[in-house]
Nanobody
């Protein structure tokens, strides 16, 4: 059974930091591109960041560049999203996603597996 289990969300003040983790199981993690999407109430889902299976390619949406860092530990089947200098507009449910061809893309339909999501709330 494929599982993507997010953790690390919570409530933080503006300017603070959180580190999201996504533990994967049930598939060959090394072969998959892994990403993070988010969705805020009343807003469209957007691709936040991703990393290819080779670690070579990464992507960040403009609004998080310089503040968020994605990384993956293939030995632990885990991907991380370090989020610094958080802003109220980062408030959303964050979803971990996996793409079987190893690509990094911000196109949500490319992703084969989705986690249940973790809530991030940034207070002003």
């Amino acid at each position: 059974e494929v599982q993507l289990v997010e953790s690390g969300g919570g409530l933080v003040q503006a300017g603070g930091s959180l580190r999201l983790s996504c533990a994967a199981s049930g598939f060959t993690f090394d072969d998959y591109g892994i990403g993070w999407f988010r969705q805020a109430p009343g807003k469209e889902r957007e691709g936040v960041s991703c990393i290819s299976s080779s670690h070579i390619s990464t992507y960040y949406v403009d609004s998080v560049k310089g503040r968020f860092t994605i990384s993956r530990d293939n030995a632990k089947n885990t991907v991380y999203l370090q989020m610094n200098s958080l802003k109220p507009e980062d408030t959303a449910v964050y979803y971990c996603v996996a793409e079987r061809t190893g690509l990094c893309t911000d196109y949500d339909l490319e992703y084969d597996y989705w986690g249940q999501g973790t809530q991030v709330t940034v207070s002003s």
